[in-house]
């Protein structure tokens, strides 16, 4: 049985930074691509950023870029989002994703979801 289980969340200050952090279990990161999606209140699921399963496929959002890193432990099978100087419209519920031989953020490749984490950016 797939889960996936973010931590790692809450509430930072404008320009703070937090580490979110997803562990997987009942699949490996060797044959899942992982995504990091979230969702603002009033909006749609966008993809954040997503790392292939092989590991050599990156993306970030626009929004994200220079900002956010995501990397994976595949000993701990846990998948990490570092964001750094976050704003405001950062604010959002967080999801990871995985997706099997996953490449890209499109939502629609993803077949099993945490229950995602709240970031609460403000001051």
């Known amino acids: 049985q797939v889960q996936l289980v973010e931590s790692g969340g809450g509430l930072v200050q404008p320009g703070g930074s937090l580490r979110l952090s997803c562990a997987a279990s009942g699949l490996t990161l060797d044959y899942y691509g992982i995504g990091w999606f979230r969702q603002a209140p009033g909006k749609e699921r966008e993809g954040v950023s997503c790392?292939?399963?092989?590991?050599?496929?990156?993306y970030y959002a626009d929004s994200v870029k220079g900002r956010f890193t995501i990397s994976r432990d595949k000993a701990k099978n846990t998948v990490y989002l570092q964001m750094n100087r976050l704003n405001p419209e950062d604010t959002a519920v967080y999801y990871c994703?995985?997706?099997?031989w996953g490449r890209g953020c499109s939502r629609t490749l993803y077949d099993y979801w945490g229950q995602g984490i709240q970031v609460t950016v403000s001051s």
């Open positions: 994703a995985a997706a099997l």
């Open positions: 790392i292939s399963s092989s590991g050599d496929s990156i």
